[in-house]
């Protein structure tokens, strides 16, 4: 099992910058990468950013050039950096694990509200 604890939501004015934090715990050693996902009100969960073990890194195309996954392999910690920030960012955003195998790990989620 891996546990995921998310910080850093809130509320900002479009054209700000926040920054996710999520810290994994747990049986990390079964993890392939981690990456952060949203989910606005009445739409589905998107995947924004991902990061795997080897550094490597995939945006969704809304946030390229905005949004920054980077990774903290010695503290199990990865973050979200989101500059440039627009009201259709509105959502509540999930830190992800990624085992080998098997379903993601799911953090308990953080509410990032964007005001025009």
């Known amino acids: 099992q891996v546990q995921l604890v998310e910080s850093g939501g809130g509320l900002v004015q479009a054209g700000g910058s926040l920054r996710l934090s999520c810290a994994a715990s747990?049986?990390?050693?079964?993890?392939?990468?981690m990456g952060w996902s949203r989910q606005a009100p009445g739409k589905q969960r998107e995947l924004v950013a991902r990061?795997?073990?080897?550094?490597?890194?995939m945006y969704a195309d809304s946030v390229k050039g905005r949004f920054t996954i980077s990774r903290d392999n010695a503290k199990n910690t990865v973050w979200l950096q989101m500059n440039s920030l627009k009201p259709e960012d509105t959502a509540v955003y999930y830190c992800?694990?990624?085992?080998?195998?098997?379903?993601?790990?799911w953090g308990q989620g953080t509410q990032v509200t964007v005001s025009s």
């Open positions: 747990g049986s990390i050693f079964s993890i392939n990468g």
């Open positions: 990061i795997l073990n080897d550094g490597s890194t």
């Open positions: 992800a694990a990624m085992p080998a195998y098997g379903p993601w790990y």
